[in-house]
């Protein structure tokens, strides 16, 4: 635990068996840790908000070295109120070269953004294999401060985690700059999930979003969240491409593919939104729930394979959109 200025020199292990609202590196008040060369965390224990790395307060840690941390290498359980890989309350946390974090049994999260200001300068990967906490939890999970990876961002989950979203996103932002897959088995997941007020930008060029579990759904939206990405953004999904649960505002993307899914819009009675594609390929149905509103706006050469009779309130077609 560092309050104060802590600074390790060397390469760094650390296997924490301890149990309940335990740590495995806390770095808190006001401390400040430095950690000058690689850290590899093993957290096989311990519940109720225990973690392998946890910031809080005002401290700053920064990792110069590339950051493992395996949460819970036992059997997948269903315990309740049980841990996080990494954790950030509050304070900054910079991990100038790759984050990897393997997530199993009882873990609720990969990495926790609840506040504060996470950089990863290389690349983030998230491997999530949980079978519980629903469609609440997720992999990459913020809801305050502002998370950063310069490099690539790769997040899986298990069949085994059910709904459980990849990427979910709600009163905060997440700016993945690198290129950015994202795939998740679970039955009825989104891959990624945005939530009120939560900002999500992908700008790198061909990313991929993968819902391949039954009724999977590629991007969610709920309340006034966003989402941008780069050119290219392909949806794999086996439910629906984009789903609007109570959303407002817009969403504008250009040349996606999203041709998969049986169902390329979804919205629900509640929602008010409009989205507008760029060009690209879109496959499948649009449905609107009665009371709902959807506008659709298809511009330059984005084509629309309109697969079975489809509920929008209005359908614009610009240029030569099809």
Do not use: C
Not at 53 to 71: E, K, L, M, P, Y
Not at 137 to 155: D, M
Not at 182 to 206: E, H
Not at 225 to 235: D, E, H, M, Q
């Amino acid at each position: 635990q560092a309050t104060g200025n802590t600074t390790v020199n060397g390469e760094l292990t650390v296997t924490d068996t301890a149990g309940n609202n335990s740590r495995s590196i806390f770095v808190t008040s006001a401390g400040i840790g430095s950690f000058l060369k690689d850290v590899t965390v093993n957290k096989p224990n311990g519940f109720n908000n225990a973690a392998g790395i946890q910031v809080d307060g005002t401290s700053v840690a920064t990792f110069q070295g590339n950051v493992t941390v395996t949460s819970n290498t036992g059997a997948p359980t269903a315990s309740a109120g049980t841990r996080d890989g990494v954790r950030n309350n509050a304070g900054t946390a910079n991990y100038q070269q790759n984050l990897s974090i393997t997530s199993q049994g009882g873990t609720r999260s990969g990495l926790y953004v609840g506040g504060g200001t996470v950089t990863v300068g290389g690349n983030l990967k998230l491997d999530f294999q949980s079978p519980y906490y629903g469609n609440a939890l997720a992999p990459l999970w913020s809801q305050g401060g502002t998370t950063t990876v310069i490099g690539g961002t790769s997040v899986t989950t298990a069949s085994a985690s059910g709904v459980t979203p990849g990427v979910m996103v709600a009163n905060s932002q997440v700016n993945l700059n690198g290129p950015t897959p994202v795939t998740v088995a679970g039955a009825g997941a989104a891959a990624v999930d945005i939530r009120a007020a939560g900002i999500a930008q992908w700008p790198l060029v061909g990313n991929t979003i993968n819902a391949s579990g039954s009724a999977g759904i590629g991007l969610q939206l709920q309340g006034n969240g966003s989402f941008s990405a780069g050119p290219g953004l392909t949806v794999n999904a086996v439910g629906s491409s984009f789903n609007y649960l109570a959303a407002t505002g817009s969403i504008s993307l250009d040349t996606v593919t999203a041709n998969m899914a049986p169902v390329v819009w979804n919205a629900d009675a509640t929602s008010a939104t409009t989205y507008t594609a760029n060009g690209g390929h879109y496959k499948g149905a649009s449905l609107l729930a009665s009371g709902g509103q959807l506008t659709l706006n298809l511009n330059g050469a984005a084509l629309w394979e309109a697969t079975a009779a489809s509920a929008f309130t209005v359908l614009n077609l610009q240029s030569s959109a099809v």
